[in-house]
């Protein structure tokens, strides 16, 4: 079906012709994000300022288009694609304002992860999400998927440490949870959808059949659908439509903006590669590990070990490995390196009594650390380089009790 001219002629007027595509090898390029999905947009639209977000979204109300908003392309399921309109995040979405010697830190969609970080470290913060593609994908997407990372887990996603945002609604309406002003003619305004919330939150929380699955559920990493923990965790309707934002993939509003509450980067940090002579000993390792003061612990398998045992910087034993092998990439960070090396030691008692193939033994060198996890984050693509022709790579986490 293609779309409606009353609303491709008000968007010729509204953006220049060099940030339209409409050609078949634009249109092919953005129908492609990280996932094996593809779907073909009629129109891409590379937007510059929050004006146009407004504009277009009220055309898009006006006659019934659906939009999708795409800022890096990271994505793994298929967020960032559209058969429709796709409104892709331009040059001028890189704002920063540092707050607090670093405690906080608002930033503009368009920043990629680790710029944010970098302009942190000064300060030894960072923001607490910390997705595996942190070098290419942006706040846009990182707070629209709640995007969590190797060492983030749940407590410091962005659900967590959301101190603000500012968001322009399907109705064009722009909501700064930083601004009285705004907050208060929003109330004014949208009294019937914010009185709904707080309606609907506090039927939550009465059946407590309902709000301890929502409190299970995303006790564990979980970001499939909306945030409903939002409803049995805030009573102010605001806070319960901003943290519902986060994780919403675009469904609910464009994410103009978001200000983060910071957490420690912590300065000494050491990493380790153990090699368990199955997956089953490396499983009992991980229950372990889960009272250890580890920040991060990935499981390999021996296919996934396989997938980059020819990569550059590879410990040279991996293509020696034997059939079942599965190995554990261990991370621990302190403030201090006399505590972390009385971590470092904790943790390697605690897993005296397993049995060991092959183990890179824990390396505080950051260039060494780097390439232990570089094994972790080349597995996706390696695995997927390699499988057979015509086929495609799914991926998704899945999490369950330990």
């Not at 593809?38 to 939009?67: C, F, K, M």
């Amino acid at each position: 079906m293609s779309l409606p001219v009353t609303f491709t002629r008000d968007a010729e007027r509204l953006i220049p012709n060099d940030r339209r595509f409409t050609d078949p090898l634009s249109t092919l390029a953005f129908g492609t994000d990280a996932s094996f999905y593809r779907l073909i947009p009629q129109l891409v639209i590379r937007v510059e300022s929050e004006d146009e977000v407004v504009e277009l979204l009220n055309l898009a109300r006006r006659d019934q288009v659906p939009v999708t908003f795409r800022a890096a392309g990271t994505s793994l399921s298929g967020q960032a694609i559209s058969d429709s309109v796709l409104i892709v995040l331009g040059d001028n979405w890189n704002g920063k304002v540092i707050r607090e010697q670093g405690t906080q830190i608002r930033l503009q969609p368009g920043v990629i992860g680790a710029q944010a970080n970098a302009w942190l470290a000064p300060f030894g913060r960072k923001i607490g999400p910390d997705p595996a593609s942190i070098n290419a994908c942006k706040i846009g997407g990182i707070v629209a998927n709640n995007a969590s990372g190797m060492c983030c887990g749940t407590a410091q996603n962005t659900y967590h440490t959301l101190a603000g945002i500012r968001v322009v609604l399907a109705d064009g309406t722009r909501v700064d949870t930083e601004d009285a002003a705004n907050i208060a003619a929003f109330r004014q305004s949208h009294g019937a959808l914010l009185d709904q919330l707080a309606t609907l939150a506090r039927e939550t929380r009465a059946n407590a059949e309902l709000a301890a699955k929502i409190r299970h559920k995303y006790r564990l990493k979980n970001t499939t659908g909306l945030s409903l923990n939002a409803l049995v965790d805030f009573d102010d309707p605001l806070d319960i439509l901003s943290h519902l934002l986060v994780g919403s993939e675009g469904t609910l509003g464009f994410i103009s903006s978001v200000t983060y509450d910071t957490v420690i980067d912590h300065p000494n940090k050491a990493s380790a590669l153990i090699v368990f002579p199955d997956v089953e000993t490396c499983c009992n390792a991980v229950t372990v590990l889960k009272s250890q003061p580890v920040s991060a612990v990935e499981l390999l398998d021996r296919r996934s070990l396989r997938s980059v045992q020819d990569k550059p910087g590879m410990p040279a034993f991996v293509k020696e490995l034997s059939a079942n092998a599965c190995a554990l990439l261990i991370e621990s960070r302190a403030a201090s390196q006399t505590l972390l090396h009385e971590q470092l030691a904790q943790i390697m008692a605690s897993l005296a009594d397993f049995a060991v193939e092959k183990q890179v033994d824990f390396t505080e060198n950051p260039g060494e650390n780097a390439k232990l996890w570089a094994i972790r984050k080349d597995t996706f693509p390696a695995v997927g380089a390699v499988r057979k022709t015509g086929t495609t790579v799914i991926i998704e986490d899945v999490t369950f009790p330990v």
